[in-house]
């Protein structure tokens, strides 16, 4: 009986960490659908025997072909200067999940962890469109004393700079997050726009809210879900600047990063980026879409998608 009861808590230990895994994976990385069938797989096979670190997973799933160049440098990244709990290799998984199933009911426990991760990705979202929408609102002829302020030390000017400079913004902000987690980010953005003479943007920081930017013009069918066909026709009319989009409906920097890495080509990017948002919002509408288009300044691609539902009514 108790060498029953030993296995099944073992098996149970198995799958929380076959779960916990898969569950970094999708959130980390974008992944096609085969691939991430496969990876499940393997994962289901590998992950009950010894393994020694998470690397050596990862390593394998790349020697594999289950991993893109892309997806292996987002991983690696995360691994050293984000997830620090992810580090430590499988071991730390064992040993946690061990304690979260020492006591107390494992669906209770299972649900708590579960409402503390959304309000980790709330949080985490909130704060990357409020990056977003400040990325907007900075001169591009700031950017070399905002990047010294920031972290102390002045960033390269490259030709993304001088093309997009919402974006380096963007991703100038997003690098000082990652390297200071703990700080508050707030307060310290107002200390430095005080620095700068930009009261202005430290109140305009108290009254952002993406809430506030909702498209309340014309949608065929807003509540329609938002298909493939549709994405083909927003793909093929989004520039260079579709970031603010995919910001707003909720991809993180790190997949659009890795998207890069893989597709050098631009609307090829745009399509896969949008293609990912799609897999992890099944339920996305074409209202959606349109507040994230509204938010970004596309009014003209609304108007696009508006006679394209129009037609296909």
């Known amino acids: 009986m108790a060498s029953s009861q030993g296995s099944k808590v073992k098996r149970e230990y198995a799958e929380r960490i076959e779960v916990e895994l898969m569950k970094f994976l999708e959130d980390h990385i974008h992944l096609e659908s085969n691939n991430l069938q496969k990876i499940k797989l393997y994962l289901k096979q590998h992950v009950p025997s010894s ?3 998470i690397t050596e997973i990862f390593d394998s799933l790349k020697s594999k072909g289950l991993v893109t160049l892309g997806n292996y440098k987002v991983l690696s990244d995360v691994i050293q200067n984000i997830d ?3 580090s430590h290799g499988i071991k730390d998984f064992e040993r946690r ?3 979260e199933m020492g006591g107390g009911s494992v669906g209770h426990r299972q649900m708590s962890a579960n409402c503390a991760a959304a309000r980790c990705t709330t949080d985490e979202y909130k704060l990357d469109m409020l990056f977003d929408f400040l990325s907007r609102k900075l001169s591009p002829n700031d950017m070399l004393i905002f990047s010294t302020y920031l972290d102390g030390s002045q960033m390269a000017e490259t030709a993304h700079s001088f093309r997009n400079p919402s974006d380096t913004y963007f991703r100038i902000l997003h690098n000082w997050k990652s390297k200071n987690p703990s700080i508050d980010h707030r307060s310290k953005l107002k200390e430095i726009f005080s620095s700068m003479d930009r009261q202005d943007l430290a109140e305009e920081m108290d009254h952002f809210s993406v809430d506030q930017y909702k498209y309340t ?3 065929i069918e807003p509540m329609t879900q938002f298909s493939i066909t549709d994405l083909n026709d927003l793909a093929n009319n989004l520039a260079t600047r579709y970031y603010h989009v995919v910001r707003y409906l909720g991809m993180r920097q790190r997949t659009i990063d890795q998207v ?3 597709h050098p080509n631009i609307r090829e990017q745009i399509y896969q980026v949008l293609l990912a948002i799609i897999r992890k919002r099944p339920d996305l509408t074409r209202q959606d879409v349109c507040n ?4 970004a ?5 609304i108007e696009i998608l508006n006679s394209e539902w129009r037609h296909g009514s």
């Open 51 to 53: 393994v020694s670190s």
């Open 84 to 86: 620090v709990r992810t």
């Open 97 to 99: 999940i061990q304690a």
């Open 217 to 219: 013009g014309l949608v």
């Open 260 to 262: 890069e890495v893989d």
């Open 292 to 295: 994230a288009l509204f938010y």
């Open 297 to 301: 300044d596309h009014s003209d691609v």
